[in-house]
């Protein structure tokens, strides 16, 4: 079993990788020959891997019988080889999409947070919060201008830093007003530290830290499809998930997602 290591900061492949094997093609159905590659060293000075694990060659893929792909090897947290499009062929585009899902999943789980926790709380009557679709509707503080600038300007001072750390990893470990606050992951997107992992689980081991990374990923993609799923939900129903589940459990033989599509 051979040994292989991986890191969000750096995912590299060969480009000689691509000529031993043939490229993953999900429409056409050609079956993939496997290969064998080494990422070439860097000498950007980007901080070493930090995750190791063997690579399982009888790893669970998203499609039973389907080769991987030679670029995802499975030693990325959350890899199952899905990419039909090709879109991680690049090592440059890989490293790329690894933050991109990264951040989306983490935003989609504190927005399906968002979505579901006030609207059930509000529902016992815990809380008395308005729908989290018609919530930007309502009257704030401020105007909504101000609030977008004021929005615009701390989001984007966060990923500001996020994208300085993703060019020169570690360059903002440091914080700018309280030096003495440092963050201690290493690598991209997983900063650590007292704010970023309070509980110290970044210094489990390597098996352990793929385990736990790879089920932030779980949870992160299925928190996308929920808040799509709300989203939609929402337009054709009218009302949020909550509403709608309370709903399909006091009446389950005409409250269905059929409803939704039937003439009224």
Not at 247 to 264: C, E, N, Q, S
Request: glycine share 10%; proline share 8%; with cysteine.
């Amino acid at each position: 079993m051979a040994s292989v290591c991986a890191s969000s900061a750096v995912v590299a492949v060969s480009p000689s990788s691509q000529k031993n094997g043939a490229m993953s093609s999900f429409l056409s159905g050609k079956k993939l020959r496997s290969s064998n590659f080494t990422a070439p060293a860097t000498t950007t000075g980007r901080r070493s891997v930090a995750v190791c694990v063997a690579a399982d060659p009888d790893r669970p893929v998203w499609f039973p019988g389907k080769a991987p792909p030679p670029w995802l090897d499975g030693s990325l947290p959350g890899d199952f080889g899905f990419d039909p499009l090709g879109l991680g062929s690049d090592p440059e585009s890989l490293r790329w999409n690894v933050q991109a899902e990264l951040v989306h999943c983490r935003w989609a789980m504190l927005g399906a947070a968002g979505i579901f926790i006030p609207e059930l709380l509000t529902k016992i009557g815990i809380l008395n919060t308005p729908s989290w679709y018609t919530a930007g509707e309502q009257e704030y503080f401020t105007d909504t201008t101000t609030l977008f600038i004021v929005e615009l300007f701390f989001i984007g001072w966060a990923e500001g830093r996020r994208w300085a750390d993703i060019l020169k990893p570690g360059c903002v470990n440091t914080d700018p007003i309280f030096p003495n606050n440092k963050l201690t992951g290493t690598d991209v997107g997983y900063p650590g530290g007292l704010w970023f992992d309070p509980l110290g689980w970044g210094s489990a081991s390597p098996a352990k830290l793929k385990e736990l990374r790879t089920k932030e990923i779980k949870n992160g993609r299925l928190a996308m499809l929920a808040v799509m799923g709300a989203w939609f939900q929402h337009i054709y129903t009218g009302t949020g998930p909550i509403d709608n589940l309370f709903a399909h459990l006091a009446d389950p033989g005409h409250a269905t997602i059929f409803a939704a599509f039937t003439p009224k």
